[in-house]
């Protein structure tokens, strides 16, 4: 059997995996801002080599046609596919339902191309589950896929659609703007007591601009896994919590001092926990149209799946890492679980 790679050209990084002999034995997420030009692309590609130096086999899906450096997102498809054509030797390109095509056969039919990288994800579920919940909650959005009786039970198919049907939300663990996932927050203090006479926490309407994204608020909880934040922050300054502390203040039209460490705490977890019910809200909606069994697992995915895995226990369903489906190796779980769909692309391809 062939060794394969699968790439996932993203807008905001590259996700690279290799399968072997039906398992997955390589992944790897290379931070790939590609608004900023097309040469961070090549530079990714670059930074993937020795990983994928063993491979026959190249498949190719991609959300970065969204980029905000293409008129439109056929011209989007198109641009990248012909970049990749430099970059790779022979490929095929992911195109969702249709499966894997040539190159000049994707860039004839861009509309099933653009950000079908869930499909590929949901593709592979669906040869190893005949009912199950793909959620994948990645560093910007999270899909949510019903496979029912074996095949993929997806309501929409474009972005648009599925922003409608609940199958996609724009929000993720780490490059979301805390302004956009909350209108309100909790804050109050002792402190705050001996100033207004208000006991205990209140809530309060938050301040928007970008002061602070999600991976902020994970690190002042203490609960960002390692690795998974690859850009610069908001304000270009550092990640620690110190540091992260103090844009998340600023939403809050405060500074950090302002408060004492567990407010901080408190006011985290209460805009965590509203991204938690957006996305339960739309898994909801999923659900009853799906008409999904009880007993079908929820299968986690993305840098947040262990936030997944907690929606799911919330349902009462068992939940399946991704790593699972992909039969990852012990030392490359954590990201093929984190790169689902490329992780499924190479395993896809390796058998096409």
Known sequence: MSIAAGYDVGGAHLKVALSENGRTIAVRQIACPLWQGLDRLDAAFAAASDLVARADRHAATMTGELCEIFPD????VRVIIDRL????????VWMGLRGLGAPDAAEADPASVASTNFLAS??????RLPDALLVDMGSTTTDIIAVRNGAIAARGLTDGDRLATGELVYTGLTRTDVSTVA????LGSRRQLARTGILGSRRQRLAAGGFANMADVQRVLGLLPEGVDQHPTLDGRGTSRTESL?????CFGSDAADRALDDWQQAARDIAMQQVQE???AIGEVLATSRL????????????????DGVANSLGRPCVPFADIAAANEDCRVWAT???????????????
Request: proline share 8%.
């Open 338 to 352: 984190r790169c689902a769909p490329a992780t499924a692309l190479a395993l896809i391809a390796a058998t096409a």
């Open 293 to 308: 069994p009880d007993a079908a697992p929820v299968v986690a995915a993305g840098v947040g799946a262990d936030v997944i």
């Open 85 to 92: 054509k430099a970059l790779l030797p022979a490929f095929q």
């Open 279 to 281: 996305i339960g809200s």
């Open 183 to 186: 209108r309100t927050g909790i």
């Open 246 to 250: 103090a844009r998340l203040a600023r």
């Open 122 to 127: 949901a593709a592979l579920v669906a040869r």
């Open 73 to 76: 997102r056929p011209t989007g």
